[in-house]
C-alpha cells in the first residue's frame, strides 16, 4: 500500500506495523511521565462507568484499557481490526474468566449480543469528520438502548504542532515515522466539545465532557 515517495496512508496497517512500539511506549510512565496523571483519572472514570457492566471495547489496540476496564466490569470483550494488537493484549493479566478476544473490524462485528456499555479509546481521532455519523451509528448499535459509551482521545495540547496536511473536508493528517523508518500518513483530527455535542445531540443523552490535560473522555447513554 505504499503510495507517493513510500508513504503508507492506511491507518490499518500502520497500527500493525506499530504493535510492538505502541505497546512499549503509549502508556509508559518513562516514556510518557507528564501523561500519568491523565491517565490515573480516565482509569478512575472508566472504572467507575463500567463498574458490574457487559463492556464491548472496540478498536482495542494492546489491551491497556482493557486491563483497567477488566478491574471493575462483569465482563469485557475486546476486539481490533489487527490481529497482531489482539495477539499483544491476549499476554496481558487479567482477572480470571472476565475477557474474551475478537480480531474484527468496528464496522461490522458481526454476530454479537448487545453489551451495557461500550468502550473506544483513541480511535475517534483517526475517524475521517465525513464519516461520524458513520461511525456513531455502528458503535450505539452494539449497546443496548441506554447503555454507556465511553470515548477518549488525545486532545490539541497547549502548544500544538500544524497538520502536516489538510484536507477540503478540514480533516488533519500526520507524518509519522516508525522505528524501522516506514512512513504513514494517518488521520488525525482533534474534534472540540461543540462538534461532539453537535454530532451526538440526536443518538445520545446525559453527555459528560471532561477535557484532561492530554486527553478528552466523553461519556453518554445511547437513546432509548
Ligand atoms: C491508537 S490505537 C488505540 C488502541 C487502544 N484503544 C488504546 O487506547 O490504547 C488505534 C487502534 O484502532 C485499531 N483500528 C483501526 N481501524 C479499525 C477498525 N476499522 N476496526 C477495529 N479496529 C481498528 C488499530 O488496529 C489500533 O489498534
Keep these: 500500500m505504499n503510495g507517493e515517495n513510500g508513504i503508507n496512508r492506511d491507518m490499518i496497517s500502520y497500527y500493525k506495523d506499530r504493535a510492538q512500539e505502541y505497546d512499549r511506549k503509549a502508556y509508559d510512565p518513562h516514556e510518557q511521565p507528564e501523561r500519568q496523571a491523565d491517565i490515573k483519572e480516565a482509569s478512575r472514570i472508566l472504572q ?31 476486539t481490533d481490526v489487527n490481529e497482531a494488537v489482539i495477539d499483544l493484549a491476549r499476554k496481558k493479566q487479567y482477572p480470571e474468566g472476565k475477557v474474551t478476544f475478537r480480531v474484527a473490524d468496528m464496522y461490522a462485528l458481526g454476530d454479537m449480543p448487545l453489551h451495557d456499555a461500550l468502550f473506544g479509546g483513541f480511535i475517534f481521532s483517526h475517524i475521517l469528520k465525513q464519516d461520524y455519523d458513520k461511525f456513531l451509528d ?66 445520545s443523552t446525559g453527555m459528560d465532557f471532561k477535557n484532561m490535560e492530554h486527553y478528552w473522555i466523553l461519556t453518554y447513554r445511547t437513546s432509548t
Design 138 to 203: 455502528a458503535i450505539n448499535g452494539y449497546v443496548r438502548p441506554g447503555g454507556s459509551v465511553v470515548l477518549m482521545d488525545n486532545n490539541r495540547t497547549l502548544t500544538p504542532r500544524p497538520a502536516d496536511r489538510t484536507d477540503e473536508q478540514g480533516n488533519n493528517y500526520r507524518l509519522r515515522t516508525l522505528e524501522d523508518g516506514s512512513k504513514h500518513e494517518i488521520v488525525k483530527n482533534y474534534p472540540t466539545q461543540e462538534e461532539l455535542r453537535s454530532v451526538l445531540r440526536n443518538r
Design 48 to 78: 467507575d462507568v463500567f463498574t458490574g457492566k457487559s463492556v464491548l471495547e472496540i478498536a482495542a489496540g494492546p489491551g491497556f484499557w482493557t486491563t483497567i476496564i477488566a478491574q471493575a466490569a462483569k465482563s469485557i470483550t475486546a
